[in-house]
């Protein structure tokens, strides 16, 4: 199984609603990674945890609050957002931390949210 | 201010013609160089990797070249299929760092 699994596939929230997107993979990786990716625009790297210890937090607003419950399972945990937080959220797994890329990352479909 | 440019935001190319994508950084640090595929409505897929101690890296129709002075990669594609219709990231790393940085990407469409 060499798969990442995001749900839900599309999100639609307003701005004082609280939502949680959730993330899972059963490869035994031990690295697990938030992007964030708006249109036209390059995925960019929000959170990464590594032996399910927050490691890297790319200076996120606390509206966006990432849980690792597991190995296996990476939540985003979403609260008053703003509408230019819409955007494509993609989750990704790799085998070993602070590799520097040199381990693939698997890439999940992402989540497509749109906050009203 | 972007670190890793992808300048082309999309190239039409024959079937069966070489594509070349092409990909600059700004930042030395980088020591890792990757390209990733995506299909719409799919995450991005690994597709091939080279180090900062080459210059080549070669699997089956994919090739990507490093010029580490000019820093810029590119990637080569040869013989082009239309299955290579996608976007195609170039992304940078470094070694005991987590994370990738991306760039924009560039949309190949693989005419017949």
């Known amino acids: 199984d060499t798969e990442v699994t995001q749900t839900p596939k599309h999100l639609v929230m307003g701005m004082t609603n609280k939502k949680s997107l959730k993330c899972e993979q059963h490869m035994g990786h031990r690295a697990m990674y938030w992007y964030k990716q708006k249109a036209k625009k390059p995925p960019e790297l929000m959170f990464v945890?590594?032996?399910?210890?927050?490691?890297i937090n790319e200076s996120v607003p606390s509206r966006f609050s990432p849980e690792c419950p597991n190995s296996s399972l990476l939540n985003l945990h979403l609260h008053a957002l703003q509408p230019e937080d819409s955007a494509l959220y993609l989750c990704a797994s790799s085998q070993f931390p602070l590799a520097g890329g040199r381990d693939e990352q698997f890439f999940g479909p992402g989540t497509r949210l749109t906050v009203l | 201010d972007q670190q890793v440019k992808q300048n082309s935001p999309s190239l039409s190319v024959q079937e069966g013609r070489i594509s070349i994508l092409n990909c600059d950084y700004t930042n030395s640090m980088f020591d890792y160089f990757l390209w990733y595929k995506k299909y719409p409505a799919e995450g991005p897929t690994f597709l091939i990797s080279?180090?900062?101690?080459?210059d080549k890296n070669e699997d089956g129709r994919f090739t990507v070249f490093l010029n580490k002075s000019a820093k810029h990669l590119s990637l080569h594609i040869v013989p082009s299929q239309p299955g290579d219709s996608a976007v195609y990231f170039c992304?940078?790393?470094?070694?005991?760092?987590?994370?990738?940085?991306f760039g924009k990407g560039t949309h190949l469409i693989i005419q017949p």
């Open positions: 080279i180090s900062s101690i080459k």
């Open positions: 992304a940078a790393s470094v070694m005991g760092a987590d994370g990738l940085t």
């Open positions: 945890y590594s032996y399910e210890k927050l490691s």
